[in-house]
């Protein structure tokens, strides 16, 4: 049998839960599904996007783009309009690339979070 691998989940690094929590349900629009000092969870359809302080287990972290996390958004407007409401910086500019419009900006932990929208012809 071979090995089979599935993406279920995948964590950032934080420095302020309280603030990464907040920042994450402006941005999505969801509220937290578990929400705890260490360790918190947004449930989606088929993936969790969890985030992980390590000052709380006392585990060094080296502080960088360790995950980078890629939405695909079905409006790019809407998701630039939130960017702005949410006045964090845009470390990729809008950039089609193949069927795509791309772009990364930082969230309130200056973490880099890409998003993409495909576009149809």
Known sequence: MPLKMILNSM???????DRAINFY?????????ERDSVF???????NRLCLF?????NERHIWGNNCLPSFQVN???????RINELSVPIGFPL???GESLVLEFKDSEGNDIEAY?????
Do not use: A, G, R
Not at 11 to 17: A, E, L, R
Not at 25 to 33: G, P
Not at 53 to 57: A, G, H, L, R, T
Not at 75 to 81: A, V
């Open 53 to 57: 302080n390590p000052s709380k287990v």
């Open 11 to 17: 964590y950032i690094c934080v420095k302020d839960m």
């Open 95 to 97: 950039t089609k690339i």
């Open 25 to 33: 349900e402006l941005l999505l629009d969801q509220k937290v599904s």
């Open 75 to 81: 409006n790019m407007e809407l998701l630039l309009k």
């Open 40 to 46: 918190s969870i947004f449930n989606f359809e088929h």
């Open 117 to 121: 929208c495909k576009q149809t012809n």
